[in-house]
């Protein structure tokens, strides 16, 4: 299965700042996936990212707020606008290959804004 | 909509006993069925999957589920527990249809008391 790989693994953040989380792949995906875990709770879609077009958000999640930049098969950027302490969560890429295989997860970034 | 509900936030076991982790979904035909773990501080590990074949299921470290129709249900068990399987474990289920996002259950978090 693909290893992905996420930057910043934890970061401290001042509110009304903004973080961009980097998520590589070490082999060329279709699809990734952006996830917000909040503490003590499941997983929430906020995006799906695919090379070449727009990202699709989910109910609750705009653009203005959680930019995705998908320049490639194997890189993807999700960033935090105007933080604020509820954005406070960890932020998860995962990848599909094929549409009948499972997601694989990143190790996630852990994110706190004070 | 496709929905997963795991039955217990919370489950203790002493180590060596059967470990029993509950999962029912909600979707108009038969889904692609998974169970991912969460070691703390980590992201989330595939542990098994269930997408058509054999309704029992084999995973990583012990552990099994088997996918009853009838039931509309995933179950995850281990006939022994081990102190090192104390993480949260989340049941997710997605569309057969092409590459859909993973939809999550709220998790349930397994203790192992010695």
């Known amino acids: 299965s693909a290893v992905i790989s996420q930057k910043p693994s934890r970061d401290i953040c001042q509110r009304g700042t903004s973080l961009t989380i980097q998520c590589q792949v070490d082999s060329q995906v279709t699809m990734m996936f952006w996830y917000r875990q909040q503490p003590g709770q499941s997983l929430t879609l906020i995006a799906t990212a695919n090379q070449g077009s727009e990202a699709t958000y989910e109910s609750g999640f705009v653009i203005d707020k959680f930019p995705i930049s998908r320049p490639n098969l194997t890189f993807s950027t999700l960033t935090v606008s105007n933080m604020s302490p509820e954005d406070s969560s960890i932020y998860l890429c995962?990848?599909?290959?094929?549409?009948?295989?499972?997601?694989?997860f990143g190790d996630g970034t852990r994110l706190s804004i004070l | 909509a496709q929905s997963v509900t795991q039955l217990g936030s919370h489950v203790s076991v002493s180590e060596g006993a059967l470990v029993l982790l509950r999962c029912n979904y909600s979707s108009s035909v038969p889904p692609y069925l998974f169970w991912y773990v969460q070691y703390p501080n980590q992201g989330l590990q595939l542990l098994l999957k269930y997408t058509s074949a054999a309704t029992l299921v084999k995973g990583i470290n012990g552990f099994e589920a088997e996918f009853k129709k009838s039931e509309t249900s995933f179950h995850l068990t281990k006939p022994s527990a081990h102190m090192s399987d104390a993480a949260e474990y989340f049941c997710a289920v997605s569309e057969r249809s092409g590459n859909t996002p993973l939809v999550f259950g709220k998790g349930t978090r397994l203790s192992v008391i010695a």
């Open positions: 995962s990848v599909q290959e094929l549409s009948n295989q499972p997601q694989h």
